[in-house]
């Protein structure tokens, strides 16, 4: 009952007719091209465990599926369990293969497997952390005291040592750190991981490694000189070291020379925000022409998904089109979602000569989320009119479809719909006594519909909306004679209080800043977004004029790449001079400070030269990777010079009048003698690291660029501290030998160590 006269109430069939209707239709969703579906989405808890969340998604769709009505059936459109257990066993099996292959080279370096056990078994920091054996620091007999006291001494002798060259490393971690955004948020997790691991490491070298020395190292010490290991590698080392030292300034040179024909090779490399990563999945978002209808939009819907689904890959395809039945999705009805489960790739049907390249839901989302662009790379214009806009993304669109690097671009066109205007006059309306408010709420009510109350039927609740028939308005002149009511309760028509006129314009306005915006959505072949953005910019300046009051910026991952480009920078030369000062406290030596620096610029050399030989643009898995060798690089340095104060103090110890044969002499002794626990050392990283450049699980698209940079620069940087550091210090030493500022005892102030016997290590 909507009113009552002479007491007999007055019902809703009596003033029209009342049916089950669709609500306005604004998206469809469709499954494997098959029909029509309903979709939903499953948002998860901030914090919680995605693969636990998932999982327990899984069960609870299996206890629901027998109650089911007959032929309805629950399938996931989108499943991210693959992506996620899949890049764990990745991970694992490199964790797996690289604990292997570091106990392998230790036990082959070392050739003992009791001198082995201590490295080995110093790995897993967790377990040894609550195993600390210092009791065995209080037990020995007479005997023992001797082998004790050398044991002791060589771990004070390396220790400080290797306890700030382990600092260095989290240090050199920093820019990590401070990373932003995305970036932070991908990268700060390892950075963590690293730093704690390290900061364990740090911990058991000063701790838990001489006690361990003190329990497996027993019985009589072997020589260095009786190791096979270092007999061969001393042997092939000895020449190439005395060459380099009677030959300095030649061996500098070649150096030099080196550092200059693949440092230039940076300029060659392309570059980009991240690798791009395989998840399994594909995510395809076509755009169609602005102003489809419903129809036509599910009809191409279901066209497309039938043909992605005709392909042997693919497993699954879900599609939607417009928006869901949400506030935070306004898509409209010419924007296409199909995600496509792909099969694993054993199943795929192999193409000669050619590699398989998609774009992935989950790096989509957060470019869509971040930036609003749903390709990789985009443009975003802004203006002063949304036509002009509009123009200027077209002439765009024509210029970049020119380069070779594109493979679609598209500018967005604003839906040119048609728009019924209702324009109140006010003063007419006044004559009536009623306001601007009064008319648009018959309006409202009358042609647009209005929901007045709910429907409830069991747990279901439908909306009852109420508007005039059709054939009322449906054309102009039928909403020109819709009454209004006025206060004093008489019908006047709508055309008497307002005109009726139709008009095109946009049916969305996007506005950022404060600024209306328009979208170029770019496609590439390439990942180089670097270069192209240069290329790019370089042909709009050449063709194309902006009309006054209009700009373009570069959007999508590309910003986000200036972002981390620009803090990196900012923090690189701090973090550089940080390891400097640490250097210094270490060495107290502005000069062999310098020289342990010098080491990193290798490290880059080689990098790049892997880098360019693999075709990895630069990006900031690359630059992670860059910031992990700096700190390998450095600590490898300090390890040598250890070793070349330690034989010069020995020198210096036995009376004899120091000369320059003697300090090179002393250089190439704790050069050679100490070759072992320096090539352990990197073989180990490299041996480690090396089966990770042909990983092919999920995951390794961004281990790979990581690694590289690590495994070229340790080839060079090592090359670099065997040779180039011992002339280095050969030569400072021996000038401040001859200025005199070299006197007996003073090397001893930083190695204060007079070794018993050569353990080899």
Known sequence: SVNSKNGTPVLLRDLGTVTFGPDIREGVAEWQGEGEAVGGIIVMRTGENALNVINGIKARVAEIAPSLPSGVEIHAGYDRSGLISESIRTLQRDLLAECVIVSFVTIIFLFHFRWALIPILTLPVALLAAFIPMYFLHIGQVNEKQRRRILIDAAKQVGPALFFSLLVIVVSFLPVFLLEAQEGRMFRPLAWTKTLSVAFSSLLAITVVPALMLFFIRGRLRPEAKNPVSRITQALYLPIIRFALR???????????????????????????????????????????????????????????????????????????????????????????????????????????????????????????LTGIKTPIGMKIQGRTVEGIQAVGARIEQLLSRLPEVRAVFAERVSQGFYLNIDVNRLEAARYGMTVEDVQRAVES?????????????????????????????????????????????????????????????????????????YVFIDLKTNDYGSFVNR?????????????????????????????????????????????????????SVGEALVLIFPT??????????????????????????????????????????????????????????????????????????????????????????????????????????????????????????????????????RALREGKLRQGEELNKTDVEPVCDIGS
């Open 247 to 369: 030959h300095r300034w030649l061996t500098i040179a070649v150096n030099v020379v080196f550092l200059a024909v693949t440092i230039p090779l940076a300029l060659r490399l392309g570059s980009q925000f991240m690798p791009p990563l395989f998840e399994g999945s594909s995510l395809y978002m076509p755009t169609s022409l602005p102003g489809i209808g419903i129809t036509q939009a599910t009809q191409l819907l279901q066209e497309q998904d039938r043909i992605i689904r005709s392909f042997p890959e693919v497993d699954s395809v879900f599609g939607v089109v417009g928006r869901s039945d949400s506030s935070t999705d306004n898509a409209p009805l010419d924007m296409y979602d199909t995600t496509v489960m792909l099969k694993p790739r054993e199943h795929w049907s192999p193409v000669p000569g050619l590699s398989n390249t998609w774009t992935m839901p989950v790096e989509n989302r957060l470019d869509m989320q």
């Open 446 to 518: 009358g042609i647009g519909g209005e929901n007045i109350a709910e429907h409830v039927e069991g747990r279901e609740r439908y909306p009852i909306n109420v508007r005039y028939q059709r054939d009322f308005r449906d054309t102009p002149e039928d909403l020109g004679r819709v009454l209004v009511a006025t206060p004093s309760g008489a019908q006047v028509p709508l055309n008497s209080v307002a005109r009726i006129s139709f008009s095109r314009g946009p049916a969305m306005i996007r506005d950022e800043g404060g600024q209306l915006t328009g």
């Open 536 to 588: 790019a910019n370089q042909a709009l300046a050449r063709e194309m004029k902006l009309p006054t009051g209009f700009s373009f910026q570069w959007s999508g991952e590309y910003e986000f790449q200036l972002r981390a480009k620009e803090r990196l920078k900012l923090i690189l030369p701090v973090v550089f001079l940080a390891i400097f000062m640490l250097l210094y406290l270490v060495f107290r």
């Open 601 to 734: 610029f290798y490290a880059i050399s080689g990098g790049l030269l892997l880098q360019w030989l693999l075709g990895y643009n630069f990006s900031v898995a690359v630059w992670v990777g860059y910031i992990a060798l700096f700190g390998i690089a450095v600590e490898t340095g300090v390890v040598m010079v250890v070793y070349l104060h330690e034989a010069l103090d020995r020198r210096i110890r036995s009376g004899n009048q120091l000369t320059e044969d003697e300090i090179e002499q002393a250089a190439i002794e704790g050069a050679v003698q100490r070759l072992r626990p320096k090539l352990m050392t990197v073989t180990a990283v490299l041996a480690s690291l090396v089966p990770i450049l042909w990983e092919t699980g999920i995951g390794s698209d961004v281990m790979k660029p990581i690694a590289a940079p690590v495994v070229g620069g340790m080839i060079t940087s090592t090359i670099h501290v065997l040779i180039l550091v011992p002339v280095f210090f050969v030569m400072m030493k021996q």
